[in-house]
Nanobody, 119 residues
Framework: QVQPVESGGGSVQAGGSLRLSCVAS????????MGWYRQGPGKERELVAS???????NYADSVKGRFAISRDNAKNTVYLQMNSLKPEDTAVYYC?????????????WGHGTQVTVSS
């Protein structure tokens, strides 16, 4: 099983920026469509951004225009650049393959990285 390791979270004021990173070893990372998910207090985990292995991207409406997902297959890393942060972006952020990926079965969930946005 692949164990992603997320990092880069922190506490920022509204309007600030953070860049999250996720490293995952193994060949599956290079061919899987990857996603960033988040789980806010008392909420279900949701997919906020995804990137295919051809670098096509998709975003949830709530983050469109503010977040940008990218990947560096040479470093086995996927990034999430988060700008214009809002208090409602407060959550633990995780990376994992996109829900429709055939490779999701080979990945565990990591510990995530906490993002806290204050008003």
């Amino acid at each position: 099983q692949v164990q992603p390791v997320e990092s880069g979270g922190g506490s920022v004021q509204a309007g600030g920026s953070l860049r999250l990173s996720c490293v995952a070893s193994g060949a599956f990372f290079k061919i899987a469509a990857m996603g960033w998910y988040r789980q806010g207090p008392g909420k279900e985990r949701e997919l906020v951004a995804s990137i295919g292995n051809s670098n096509s991207t998709n975003y949830a409406d709530s983050v469109k225009g503010r977040f940008a997902i990218s990947r560096d297959n040479a470093k086995n890393t996927v990034y999430l650049q988060m700008n214009s942060l809002k208090p409602e972006d407060t959550a633990v952020y995780y990376c994992n393959p996109r829900p429709d990926s055939a490779y999701r079965q080979y990945f565990n969930w990591g510990h995530g990285t906490q993002v806290t946005v204050s008003s």
